[in-house]
């Protein structure tokens, strides 16, 4: 048996299915999934020592990419003095300082340990503020693994949601409603229908069905329906924070919501979640208000000082070059399959991008599904061969860092060209 063989099969004897998080069983692609050893840069090598050139970059979490110097470095520093201490610190201030430069509408912010847990204290707080329990979700946005957000769509715009997973109660996913995203419509055909509603959350740039993003105009709709009708607007924008630009989709679109959700970049590459809002809506938050949340890793100091070592090195004009190179990048590669005659819809924001095997743009969940899976799956191993690692899912976004450059450009197109 090699090294990978070995490896595989002593992690199904030891943990559920192998893995920890299901994407990486590789189970929507097929074969066995790569066991990685250390990343580089732009690259990632496996316990053989073959090297990658990656644009899953721990699903978007590494903005400088991997073993970033800097950042290592602070945490090394941090460390030597303690990895957790269960009290406050001064480096959660320095990092909510740092998102505020970018997200100044988030007045007040509370760290998590993990985007789904800053999405279930966010739509706790929206419950207890509104007094009401009904959540709204779109087909195709994926916001965490809590059971209110497990749900799939029922059979008509306004029906009852039921669950999406065994152990989420019936009851619990009857309070959440699922609409098409990028469809206005169905959002106004709801509101006319439905009361009790507490908060809408929605990715404003989907990355969770591949990269789609939200028409204006839905938006628009969104914003104007949770007014009128007394409702909280969430933004999740664990992916699209410093992906699509400084500030987020929210500042991209020019629309302010109620609440909005980060992850990935803000640590640094280290576990952590936040939410934030105004001043006065984050007050109903424990210690300040009655809405209860807490947690043992919450602001931890590693994470923090990774955090902060990042975000003080991003600007509008880093996030603007990133978007630039990956523009450029994508260009070629739309060229090389437009030579090849394969019909692709590649479609990107910032420095996210997503292949999509269809003939048509793709504006929705359903438009996702249609694309070409088997086309996919032959794609993502003739890629990983060549030693270009994409994400094993035909579902999920490709991601550029900085430490991305001509060479590992050229090597990737090299390989299209090649297919």
């Known amino acids: 048996m090699t090294r990978v063989n070995r490896a595989w099969e002593e992690a199904q004897k030891h943990l559920v299915g192998g893995v920890n998080s299901p994407v990486r069983s590789f189970k929507s692609v097929g074969g066995d999934p790569i066991f990685m050893e250390r990343g580089a840069g732009a690259c990632l090598y496996d316990n053989q020592g073959k090297r990658y050139i990656d644009y899953c970059l721990s699903w978007g979490a590494l903005l400088f990419g991997h073993a970033d110097k ?78 209110s957000l497990l749900v799939k769509a029922g059979s008509g715009l306004a029906t009852l949601g039921s669950p999406d997973s065994e152990g989420v109660p019936a009851d619990l996913a009857r309070l959440t409603s699922v609409l098409p995203y990028n469809d206005s419509e ?3 055909h709801f509101f006319k229908k439905i009361r009790g509603v507490a908060c809408v959350i929605v990715e404003p740039v989907a990355g969770n069905m591949g990269v789609v993003p939200a028409r204006k105009e839905f938006l628009d709709t969104l914003r ?61 938050l424990s210690p300040l208000g009655k ?21 003080s090195r991003v600007s509008k004009a880093t996030t603007e070059e990133m978007r630039k190179k990956t523009d450029s990048f994508l260009n070629e590669m739309r060229s ?48 990983v061969r060549s030693g270009v690692y994409i994400p094993p899912s035909a579902f999920e ?23």
């Open 70 to 147: 800097t950042t290592i470095e602070a945490i090394r520093k941090q460390a030597a003095k303690g990895t957790t201490f269960g009290t406050a610190t001064e480096y959660e201030t320095a990092l909510a300082v740092e998102i505020k430069k970018a997200f100044p509408d988030m007045e007040k912010i509370r760290f998590t340990s993990s985007g789904t847990e800053a999405v279930m204290s966010a739509i706790r707080l929206a419950r207890g503020v509104v007094r009401k329990d009904r959540l709204v979700k779109f087909e195709g946005c994926y916001h965490g693994h809590a059971d």
């Open 186 to 188: 169905a959002v106004v």
């Open 224 to 284: 104007r329906e949770t007014k009128k009708n007394g409702a909280l607007l969430i933004f999740d924008e664990v992916i699209s924070g410093f992906r699509v630009g400084f500030g987020g989709a929210q500042h991209v679109y020019g629309i302010k919501p109620d609440l909005t959700i980060l992850g990935k970049i803000i640590g640094g590459g280290l576990p952590v979640g936040a939410f934030g809002g105004s001043s006065s809506l984050m007050s109903a």
């Open 291 to 311: 809405v209860y949340q807490a947690g043992t890793l919450s602001g931890n100091p590693l994470s923090m000082v990774a955090g902060k070592s990042v975000l």
């Open 336 to 383: 090389i399959f437009k030579k090849k005659n394969v019909p692709v819809s590649i479609q990107s924001v910032g420095s996210m991008f997503t292949i999509f095997f269809s003939r048509k743009p793709v504006r929705n969940f359903q438009d996702s599904l249609e694309s070409d899976q088997n086309a996919f799956k032959r794609f993502f191993h003739a890629m």
């Open 397 to 419: 976004t490709y991601f550029v860092s900085s430490a991305h450059g001509a060479a590992e450009f050229q090597k990737t197109l090299n390989v299209v060209k090649k297919l």
